[in-house]
């Protein structure tokens, strides 16, 4: 079965930018989703086929996918960015999930 | 604006049948361009896709593997609601479960329910 590796945390601080990768195998040949879930709620998508915002997604998330990896990237990190997200691809009739990051802006 | 009300019991006994539901409103269950998805997720587990059903033309279902023999979901097209009945649980079942809206080509789950922690225990 298909997996998606991201590292378990990220650390950024207020007004910095925070990226957070997303590896799997021959990943940029697949559209990827990425979803913010903060304590206690469900998860929001952020970021879908690669690199579109939803409507209502601040301007300051943004994606990238090439290669074996995908980037979320938040550019002037705020503390209301302070979540959970996860990356997902449809593969083999599934949606995969990633392994998920704690983002943490301190 | 599309939204999904979740409902259903949130303690099960081993063995029985986990049963959820999911009312869609703003939306169609019959959408020729949706797809209508249960996610569980647990610490053990992270967030797993358990299955969706969407028609086009006529109903179809895809499952995932981990809970095919154990899993159904089903529309319910006079309520605009769509059904997760997930046999033989056991403590290993115990999680949140989400019901989501998918689209094709890449959009992923727009929309998600507000979630169900459902602990299976006697």
């Known amino acids: 079965s298909y997996e998606l590796t991201q590292p378990p945390s990220v650390s950024v601080s207020p007004g910095q930018t925070a990226s957070i990768t997303c590896s799997g195998d021959k990943l940029g040949d697949k559209y990827v989703c990425w979803y913010q879930q903060k304590a206690g709620q469900s998860p929001v998508q952020v970021i879908y086929q690669d690199t579109k915002r939803p409507s209502g997604i601040p301007e300051r998330f943004s994606g990238s996918n090439s290669g074996n990896k995908a980037t979320l990237t938040i550019s002037g990190a705020q503390a209301m960015d302070e979540a959970d997200y996860y990356c997902q691809v449809w593969d083999s009739s599934s949606y995969v999930f990633g392994t998920g990051t704690k983002v943490t802006v301190l | 604006q599309v939204q999904l009300q979740q409902s259903g019991p949130g303690l099960v006994k081993p063995s029985q049948t986990l049963s959820l539901t999911c009312a869609i409103s703003?939306?169609?269950?019959?959408?020729?361009?949706?797809?209508w998805n249960w996610i569980r997720q647990s610490p053990s587990r992270g967030l797993e896709w358990l299955g969706r059903t969407y028609y086009r033309s006529k109903w179809y279902n895809d499952y995932a593997v981990s809970v095919k023999s154990r899993i159904t979901i089903k529309p319910d097209t006079s309520k605009n609601q769509f059904s997760l009945q997930l046999n033989s649980v056991t403590p290993e079942d115990t999680a949140v479960f989400y019901c989501a809206r998918g689209g094709e080509g890449g959009v992923g789950l727009d929309v998600w329910g507000q979630g169900t922690t459902v602990t299976v225990s006697s």
């Open positions: 703003g939306d169609s269950v019959s959408s020729n361009s949706a797809a």
